[in-house]
DNA sequence: ATGTTTGTTCCGAT
DNA sequence: CATCGGAACAAACA
């Protein structure tokens, strides 16, 4: 599940939990390939000190330091992919068979573990330059973008608003089931193109889309039915208790039945009543007026 | 057996 | 060139 407030919540707690921990050892499960390479990763971070913890839209980046150089361990959790942190070593399962794809030990006994069951996801050790590589990939952080780049950003492509909610190069860190919730809140069809919003329906929609996304990270983000999310320590979220739309029957506002679409592949959850297609501003050109 | 799933990237078609 | 849809990555589940 991880979108924004899944790798937020998962950041935070391995800022507290490992900011200033000396990693002492490392292991990489044989099957598994890390970047660059398993022993570059494992020469690099073995007696490293964790300087900070933080994320780049959904990844999450733990710098470590070593003898005056810096490296960003970088960590992307797509699909299945899972932190686990431990109080003892993890004693029965050796990293070299089990689940573990990557583990690191530290300084008084405590130790992380990332499994992917799916391996969707990637472990990579970036130099200063790969980092900004990664940065430039992607677009605003939605929690302090402002109106106008946004605005800017997402008109910048000729598709539907959802599916621009969903391009990271535009607006990074909103997932599928995100976007629902946030066109559904702003009261917008997910197949609205973005050149019909007016500049009122995009704040709205920035508007519902932070007010969603702080509430994801309240609760500690979602865990959906396969229960693969958990934070670090182990604990599901809350949120998949406080959807709007996602997964839902029926409208909460208007009580319609709610329509379900795959739109440009994903699970796409609308109410044809409160999220009507036709732009209710159509053919007005406010927002061109007010730009130029 | 087929279709579905929280993400991303790449390819060929348009 | 921009964009789209589908496939791919791989696994569990209904």
């Known amino acids: 599940m991880p979108e924004l407030p899944e790798v937020t919540t998962i950041s ?39 300087e900070d913890v933080g994320r780049i839209a959904k990844v999450i980046v733990i710098i470590v330091g070593k003898s005056d ?16 942190f431990w109080r003892s070593l993890p004693n029965q399962e050796s990293p070299q068979t089990g689940d573990s794809l990557v583990e690191m030990r530290f300084e008084g006994g405590t130790s992380l573990v990332f499994t992917d069951v799916r391996r969707f996801g990637y472990v990579k050790l970036l ?12 677009g605003p952080d939605p929690l302090s973008v402002d109106l106008k780049s946004f605005s800017k950003n997402i008109r910048s492509r000729r598709t539907n608003i959802k599916n621009a909610l969903l391009d990271q190069s535009l607006i990074s860190g909103i997932g599928n ?12 069809h997910p ?22 996304l702080y509430e994801g990270i309240e609760h500690r983000g979602s865990t959906l039915g396969d229960l693969m999310y958990t934070d670090i320590y182990g604990f599901y979220g809350e949120h998949q208790n406080y959807f709007r739309i996602y997964g839902k029957s029926f409208c909460s506002i ?15 959850y609308f109410c044809p009543v409160c999220q009507k297609e036709d732009s209710p501003d159509s053919g007005e050109s406010l927002y061109r007026s007010l730009l130029i």
Not at 198 to 209: A, E, G, V
Not at 258 to 263: H, K
Request: proline share 1%; aromatic share 8%.
């Open 12 to 50: 935070n707690q391995l800022k507290k939990e490992l900011t200033g921990k000396v990693i002492s050892s490392v292991s990489v499960n044989v099957g598994y390939k890390v970047h660059p390479s398993n022993e570059e990763f494992l020469k690099w971070v073995t007696r490293s000190t964790i």
């Open 69 to 84: 150089a810096r490296r960003y361990i970088s960590i992307h959790l797509a699909m299945t992919g899972r932190l686990r």
């Open 127 to 138: 130099n200063e330059g790969e980092l900004k590589v990664l940065k430039a990939k992607y």
């Open 177 to 188: 089931i995100y976007a629902n919730d946030a066109l559904f809140m702003a009261k917008i």
């Open 191 to 212: 197949k609205v193109s973005t050149g019909d919003l007016t500049i009122q329906q995009f704040n709205n929609l920035l508007s519902s889309i932070r007010q969603i």
């Open 254 to 268: 208007c009580k319609s039945k709610l329509e379900f679409m795959v739109l440009n592949s994903r699970g796409t």
